[in-house]
């Protein structure tokens, strides 16, 4: 498969403090505005164009940077290397976009957005044999270039010339004026229009050069290395700065500023253009600028393939009989797809976007799409439309109360053919199918919660559509308490609960047999129904048996038969009337304690440490509280038989 190359300005000049990795190129120069009040310096204006990629997002070094850095700084020197001026600082005096979009019908879209920023200042320096250099240096470039050892933690420098006395220390200096984000696909050879602008007429010369490490090894901060400027970055083989990234043919420029390549590879590359400007007349080297570019390689070709569903069933509520048909191509960005609608219409457009096709009638339509018809690039594909719109799907249900059986009744139609079977998803473990024409059924479900029902509608047209509501099923849950054995005399509150209205019957002894707590107050054995319902009209019951015994009193067994018959298996007492259990405790003869408890629902079951206890007399002693306070002590025996 063949690849694509991006052209961009690369990388990399950094601001005051602040890591600048989003940049990806740049250059600097100067344009001399005259001397100053007292003619005896020159005032130059330095201006510093650094690029940026604007879709960048995030590196794994570089972070997320979505600005250019303001202010950033540079450097003069003396020809021998001496600073004469502190760091320059250079504002932002203006941005502008550069995009580029690779319109070819044949080819994979790529699209290149870039921006550029202008900084500027200016300085005053006195003429000087030898003259000056204006350098701006930092770390880092780009991540994973292609053709640079360790590229995040690889510097630049930026400078330009100024000419001494000795030659023309009014110049102005060359600079690349053509700013332009270029796609250009791999394989393919690209021309790109290179040339230097220089406002003196200088002779001009091109060569491809080394690109400048910053000579430092500060990573986050501004280099302040001094000229020469002759330091580059470390190549990774077979790349150099005149073999910068390969190709068939190889990255060349021509005398009047043309670049060429035909790249064969994908990858990243930096790459770095010298300017070297003479004066015409003396023929005279006044310096030399350079640019580093980066060359982004992408894979540009594709197989253009046409594609839409190849069923398309109109199974919308709405009877109109417009389709929506929608298009999948694998195709260019110029591509064009020509549709024929099997309705005896046809159409040509350039647009992917999904659209409306209206038909005359109901029916299946056969339906050809082409990609790029008359290119050698094309592709087709066919497909059917099912046009049997108006089917609406849905249901209502009556019923909502766990227990009882909840009716769901279809509503569904269909305007253009016939509903042939009904899926009922219950939202439990079981669906209910109900073919044919039937149009509700019943169903039962044991537990209150909100379930997803849903109902699958398939036709004899080819559609099927689901529709799906949250049923929200109540419950209640009736308690009427526990069995109780009471005192004569002796009252007590009934304990019901589980829903939110409550009735008992019989209603007698009772303080109000229509709340969940009333107070009873009897002296016969009686058995009490309670009914427990809800606002939603859910119901449900429960009893409870209330036994008198003359009281206070503790009953006690005197024999019991853990036989496991079902019978007497379990020594226990009967309380009556005493409403506080200190202890129960179990003794064999030799005075050891073998069950301990105050529940007097569970009683000794007649084993000690997991084991059947032996048949023998045992004794006993509990203590509890009677209801009118009366602390009560019984003591006895009790013989365990099997």
């Known amino acids: 498969m063949k690849s694509a190359v991006l052209l961009v300005l690369s990388c990399c000049l950094f601001p005051v403090f602040a890591a600048g990795y989003h940049i990806i190129g740049g250059e600097i120069f100067y344009k001399t505005l ?22 960048f997002t995030c590196g794994d070094r570089q972070g997320c940077i979505d600005r250019f ?28 976009p550069l995009i580029d979009t690779l319109k070819n019908p044949c080819l994979a879209p790529q699209a290149q957005h870039l921006e550029v920023a202008f900084y500027t200042a200016t300085i005053e320096l006195p003429p000087i044999p030898g003259g000056y250099y204006v350098a701006s240096q930092r770390c880092c470039r780009g991540e994973k270039l292609a053709n640079i050892h360790d590229s995040e933690h690889e510097g630049s420098t930026y400078y330009t010339t100024i000419p001494g006395t000795e030659s023309r220390p009014n110049n102005n200096s060359a600079y690349f004026d053509k700013d332009t984000a270029i796609i250009i696909c791999n394989s393919m050879p690209f021309t790109l229009d290179y040339a230097a602008y220089d406002e003196d007429g200088d002779s001009l010369t091109y060569n491809l050069c080394n690109a400048l490490t910053d000579g430092s090894s500060a990573n986050e901060s501004n280099s302040t290395t001094p000229p020469p400027y002759n330091s580059m970055v470390s190549y990774i083989a077979p790349y150099s700065g005149s073999n910068p990234m390969g190709g068939s043919p190889g990255i060349a420029i021509s005398a009047k500023g043309l670049l060429t390549c035909t790249p064969n590879l994908p990858g990243k590359y930096v790459v770095t ?17 350079s640019k580093d570019i980066l060359l982004t390689v992408f894979n540009c070709q594709t197989k253009i393939t046409a594609g839409f569903p190849s069923v398309l069933n109109n199974c919308t509520e709405d009877a109109a009989l417009h389709v929506p048909i929608t298009n999948s191509s694998v195709s260019g960005f110029t591509s064009t797809y020509y549709w024929n609608f099997g309705d005896g219409t046809d159409t040509l457009t350039n647009s992917r976007t999904m659209f409306y096709h ?29 046009n049997y719109p108006g089917l609406r799907a849905g249901f209502t249900t009556n019923g909502f109360c766990k227990g009882d059986p909840i009716t769901f009744n279809d509503t569904s139609s269909y305007q253009y053919g016939n509903i042939t079977s009904h899926t009922w998803d219950m939202g439990t473990l079981d669906s209910v199918i109900t073919p044919g024409p039937q149009r509700s059924l019943q169903y039962t479900f044991h537990k209150g919660d909100v379930y997803t029902v849903s109902l699958t509608l398939q036709t004899d047209k080819h559609c099927e559509k689901t529709v799906t509501k949250n049923l929200r099923v109540y419950e209640v849950n009736p308690y009427a308490g526990n069995d109780t054995i009471l005192a004569k005399g002796q009252q007590m509150v009934m304990q019901g609960s589980g829903g939110e209205f409550y009735s008992w019957s019989p ?29 939603q009209g859910c119901v449900g019951y429960d009893s409870v048996q209330v036994k008198y015994y003359t009281g206070p009193e503790i009953y006690v067994p005197n024999a019991f038969s853990p036989n496991g018959d079902g019978l007497n298996d379990y020594f226990r007492f009967i309380p009556v009337g005493i409403v506080t259990y200190k202890f129960f405790r179990i003794f064999n003869r030799w005075g050891t304690e073998i069950y301990s408890s105050t529940d007097f629902r569970g009683g000794w079951d007649g084993t000690f440490k997991g084991a059947p206890a032996p048949v023998d007399t045992y004794i006993w002693i509990l203590e509890g509280t009677d209801l009118n306070g009366k602390d009560i002590l019984k003591r006895g025996t009790v013989t365990l038989v099997r």
């Open 273 to 289: 253009v010298c300017v070297n400007e003479y004066d015409p007349v003396t023929k005279q080297l006044l310096g030399t600028h």
């Open 34 to 55: 005259g001397m100053n009040g007292d003619n005896t310096r020159y005032r130059y204006l330095i201006t510093l164009k650094l690029y940026r990629d604007a879709d």
């Open 507 to 535: 209603t007698d002894g009772l303080s109000d047999p229509n709340i969940a707590q009333p107070t009873l107050n009897y002296n016969k054995d009686i058995s009490y129904s309670l009914r427990v319902s809800n606002q």
């Open 69 to 96: 850095e303001n202010p950033v700084t540079a450097n003069v020197f003396t020809s021998n290397g001496s600073r004469v001026l502190s760091s320059v600082y250079l504002y932002i005096t203006a941005t502008r």
């Open 358 to 386: 209206q038909y005359p009638d109901t029916g299946v339509y056969k339906v050809k799409m082409v990609v790029n018809p008359g290119l050698a690039c094309t592709d087709s594909t066919v497909g059917e439309v099912f």
